[in-house]
């Protein structure tokens, strides 16, 4: 059953609400006698008539339960509830237990449900939205906290206030999928069974991290890449998060994700008002993969700020020059990387005043003045002459000690006044949670943008919080782990609107700050520091598990590679970053006429198949370290063209390998393939698979199968 619109429905006498997406039902039941909200279903699609004859699950009525618990839409703290809250709060009295009553439901808009809550005695009110974007399967939801009292009534702590809950089906077993690591080896996908009880996943660290990412995945053990129920559950928050999966001895399974974590309390004034961060979910009856596209088109559709452009191939300077750079060697690497067919061309750390290594400068956004006597100005004007675009490394949240900045402003970092500031990478934070803080960023900022024709920031974040909250006295200093995330958000905000030109790569020592918050506010994220083209397989596999191809930057560096020193055949290295968005990042003064030839030809061949991978649909074929080769394959939005990406990182003996079953193809069209000239029928290609390339000898072997539609029913070839 697929509807053709999402829309929202509500029977008015029963006070159910049905949410439809394309291919999924949500149901909630509104009761005013109980001021509660209570869900009845998540999953298969269904009418209206039935989800209002459904009943609402709950337990046995004991005087050791919560009859509720589970089953609330968005449980507090008070009354017979002993579930993890969504919302907890502190009156000035000291006292916590809400009594919840619902003031009215109304909806906004065919798309947007709003129900406002309120405590019976107390000054709260706190409203549930719920948003069906069009065309797709994610439903998304947040809370407004409002102080409705008078300065009688003191302010209200807010100790805990989740974005939603999301309540699962009973199921007799779940298993939890999420992806972890460190830095330079983000993404490791991990799917264990959920156990009774509480199940934490977040950071403290103030920004999202590398050690995992805001987004859960649910079955019950059975699905797959293609099949069975998944529930996907994530947030868009880009400070501290935490997603709390509870599972419960009397079946009840739910999601609760908001962001901060214990200790960090936000302080409403009378007449205050707080909204949280937009928590994204998707269910759908045909496994992991079908999850994954669904959330790449609703950030493709509804997130990200220029979808439909192409990104550019880039290339980076970094591990060319590292901090040694100068207005010579740049242009020396601008020219071979146009020559290559590079269309951006980043100039990375060290080209402003006092950095001649990481201790000093972070700061001090000038140019460099004896690396760069004539200023950048000279620099970006051959780039473009070149035909590429212009774009800088900066680090605006940042500090070094040693610079001019923070011998005006040492009170605008993060510290405490009698505890010794912890520099990591010889830094500081600068407190973007204050609004003199992020005024000074965004005017430094503009200077640079205008003063040396940027159009790419490159922005960096190369350390975690410590020493939170110093400025800000009360019991709410440590908020900054949210509203430093704010601060940002309102800097690239008003940037981008004062710069309509300017494209933006968010970047944390690697992928330490992704999720869709911040990409509602840059284009591209740079997925690991880690740039070997092995290791990246395993990254960019879990990276795809909720973010699509079109913002993973991946880039092509040295052989061996600068962090593992694996050698790595240049051909390899191409066809792995060309699963995202391509950049090259060697030192092209080094590489041969032949390295060069070939680097070239790689990079006409990525132009080729830019639009299927950047915007078609991903289908993981076979998953890295699970067998001697690792596939990916990409379908464009017309489906007339294909991309399937092999790899075989290492050689070992055993027997031959079966064909490639591909995936989202027309069964009756033929593909051609664009290499061999053979033509195979879509039937073919899923059904028994395509027959395997031969791959170069030894290891780090890896090939491009390019498929183009040449007939199909009703057109000739």
């Known amino acids: 059953m697929k509807h053709a619109a999402p829309m929202v429905e509500i029977d008015e006498a029963s006070g159910t609400v049905l949410l439809r997406t394309t291919h999924s039902a949500y149901v909630l039941r509104v009761d005013r006698a109980a001021g509660t909200v209570r869900h009845v279903h998540w999953g298969a699609p269904l009418p209206l008539v039935d989800a209002v004859a459904l009943p609402v699950w709950t337990e046995h009525d004991n005087s050791f339960a919560g009859r509720w618990d589970g089953v609330e839409e968005y449980p507090v703290d008070g009354g017979a509830r002993f579930g993890v809250p969504a919302l907890d709060v502190r009156f000035a009295d000291g006292s ?3 009594e919840p009553t619902v003031s009215d439901v109304t909806l906004r808009a065919h798309d947007h449900l709003v129900v406002r809550m309120r405590d019976r005695t107390r000054p709260l009110a706190w409203h549930l939205h719920y948003r069906v974007p069009a065309d797709g399967d994610v439903l998304e939801r947040w809370a407004e906290f409002h102080h409705t ?11 805990r206030y989740a974005s939603a809950h999301w309540p699962l089906p009973q199921r007799p077993a779940w298993r939890i999928g999420s992806v972890h690591g460190g830095w330079s080896s983000e ?9 009774v009880g509480e199940t934490a996943i977040g950071s403290r660290r103030g920004h999202t991290g590398h050690h995992a990412n805001p987004w859960a995945a649910l079955d019950a053990g059975d699905a797959g890449e ?14 501290s998060w935490r997603l709390t999966v509870q599972r419960t001895a009397a079946g009840r399974t739910g999601v609760v994700a908001g962001e901060g974590h214990e200790g960090i309390e936000l302080r409403l004034a009378p007449g205050g008002k707080h909204r949280t961060p937009v928590s994204l979910a998707l269910h759908t009856a045909h496994g992991f993969g ?5 959330f790449h088109h609703h950030l493709r559709a509804h997130v990200l700020p220029h979808p439909e452009e192409p990104r550019p191939v880039l290339y980076n300077s970094w591990e060319a020059t590292s901090f040694e750079v100068s207005e010579d060697n740049q242009l020396a690497l ?16 060290g080209w402003f005043r006092g950095r001649d290594d990481d201790r000093a400068g972070l700061g001090d956004w000038t140019p460099h003045p004896e690396r760069f006597p004539r200023g950048l100005r000279p620099l970006a004007d051959e780039v473009h002459r070149l035909g590429m675009a212009f774009g800088l490394w900066v680090e605006p949240e940042m500090v070094n000690a040693d610079s001019d900045l923070f011998r005006h402003h040492p009170d605008w970092v993060l510290h405490l006044p009698d505890r010794t500031a912890t520099e990591l990478r010889n830094q500081l934070v600068l407190d973007f949670s204050r609004q003199e803080v992020t005024e000074w960023a965004l005017s430094r900022l503009r200077e640079v943008v205008v003063e040396n024709a940027v159009d790419f920031l490159k922005w960096d974040f190369n350390r975690s919080f410590t020493e939170a909250g110093g400025h800000a006295a009360g019991p709410d200093a440590r908020r900054v782990h949210v509203e430093h995330a704010r601060g940002l958000y309102r800097v690239l905000d008003r940037l981008r609107a004062d710069f309509p030109h300017l494209r933006i790569e968010a970047c944390a020592g690697g992928g330490g700050r992704v999720d869709p918050g911040i990409l509602a506010r840059t284009d591209q994220v740079w997925t690991s520091d880690n740039t070997d083209a092995v290791d990246r397989l395993t990254i960019q596999h879990g ?14 560096t040295d052989s061996p590679n600068p962090l593992t020193g694996r050698v790595v055949p240049m051909r390899f290295r191409f066809h792995s970053a060309m699963a995202g968005v391509l950049g090259i990042g060697g030192d092209l003064t080094r590489w041969s006429d032949t390295a060069l030839a070939e680097a070239a030809e790689l990079v006409r061949v990525y132009k080729d198949i830019r639009p299927v991978v950047q915007h078609g649909r991903q289908y993981r074929l076979l998953t890295p370290g699970e067998g001697p080769l690792a596939a ?7 489906g007339d063209r294909a991309a399937v990406l092999i790899w075989r990182p290492s050689t070992a003996f055993g027997p031959a390998l079966p064909p490639l079953r591909l995936r989202g193809l027309d069964d009756e069209a033929r593909y051609r393939d664009e290499e061999t000239g053979r033509t195979w029928s879509g039937a073919t290609l899923t059904g028994h698979g395509l027959p395997l390339p031969d791959l170069p000898p030894g290891d780090c072997a890896s090939t491009l199968v390019r498929l183009r539609r040449v007939a199909a029913p009703g057109r000739e070839a």
């Open 187 to 195: 993404g490791r996908l991990e799917r264990p069974a959920l156990p």
């Open 96 to 98: 916590s237990p809400l």
């Open 149 to 159: 009292g008078t300065d009688d009534d003191g302010e209200i702590l807010l100790l």
């Open 632 to 638: 990916v394959q990409y379908v464009g939005e017309d």
């Open 290 to 294: 079908h999850a994954s596209r669904g």
């Open 334 to 349: 601008a020219r071979r990387a146009a020559d290559l067919g590079a269309e951006l061309f980043v100039l990375d750390d």
């Open 226 to 239: 293609e099949h069975g129920e998944v529930w996907v559950v994530a947030l868009a928050a880009s400070g």
């Open 543 to 556: 990276f795809s598990q909720l973010y699509p191809a079109g913002v993973m930057s991946a880039w092509v």
